[in-house]
């Protein structure tokens, strides 16, 4: 599990936000299956085939993409679309795990969700996404415009909003690295060779932890 800091400039934010205000939301129930349907309660934003739909697509995914720790930490195969969902007072999502697989016409396998906040957290109570984690649950909720990466296997839930209101596109992410306990030693090499290059260190060592890197993505990697 990790932030992504900043992932929407000021005016992407801002753009965003504009056209969330002219949007069409309706029930999320609608898009659940299973036991997701009994515990479901928002808005989610109807999706239209139309320029604008594809625009924020766009801003959004883009938005992701440039992110520094993006492709280290995720190894991105695929970006689904992302789904924008809306909590007023009184609504939540409760404890759910995420489909393994997303539906047609775009399948794919989802490894990895991803909530991106696009409001103030002063804006709204409530409305954390809590994760079942090692040692107990954890509550996240950040700043407008910054996103957490978490495994889709996890249970998971946004608490009730119990005033304001709430809005994040949501995300999945199909990696190159299936494996979670090898896309993080990936990582974890990659940040220390990262900070090895911002002291200033050269030298044969350091082109060698490149090496085991690039060749450990390459023998892993499912293209």
């Known amino acids: 599990m990790i932030a992504l ?3 929407l400039t000021l005016e992407e934010l801002a753009y965003v936000r504009e056209e969330l205000k002219a949007a069409h939301f309706a029930d999320g129930k609608l898009t ?32 992701l993409v440039r992110h520094p720790l993006l492709s280290a930490w995720a190894v991105p195969r695929t970006i689904s679309a992302p789904l924008i969902n809306r909590h007023s007072s009184g609504m939540s999502y ?17 490894d990895l969700s991803l909530t991106l906040f696009l409001d103030d957290p002063d804006s709204y109570t409530g409305g954390e996404l809590e994760i079942e984690a090692q040692g107990g649950l954890r509550q996240i909720k950040l700043s407008a415009g910054s996103g957490f ?9 946004v608490r009730e909003v119990t005033s304001g209101v709430r809005h994040a596109a949501v995300f999945w992410i199909q990696s190159l690295i299936q494996d979670d306990a090898l896309r993080q030693s990936l990582f974890d090499l990659h940040a220390a060779i990262s900070g090895l290059e911002a002291r200033g260190i050269e030298g044969q060592e350091l082109l060698l932890l490149n090496k085991v ?6 023998r892993n990697a499912q293209p």
């Open 5 to 7: 800091n900043e992932v």
């Open 32 to 63: 659940a299956h299973g036991l997701a349907q009994k515990v479901k309660k928002n808005q989610q934003l109807v999706r239209a085939d139309n320029e604008g739909t594809r625009e924020l697509d766009a801003v959004l995914v883009s938005a």
């Open 94 to 110: 409760g404890f759910h795990v995420d489909a393994p697989v997303s539906a047609s016409p775009n399948m794919m396998r989802r």
């Open 149 to 157: 990466i978490y495994p889709t296997n996890s249970i998971h839930q």
């Open 213 to 218: 890197h690039q060749n450990l993505t390459r």
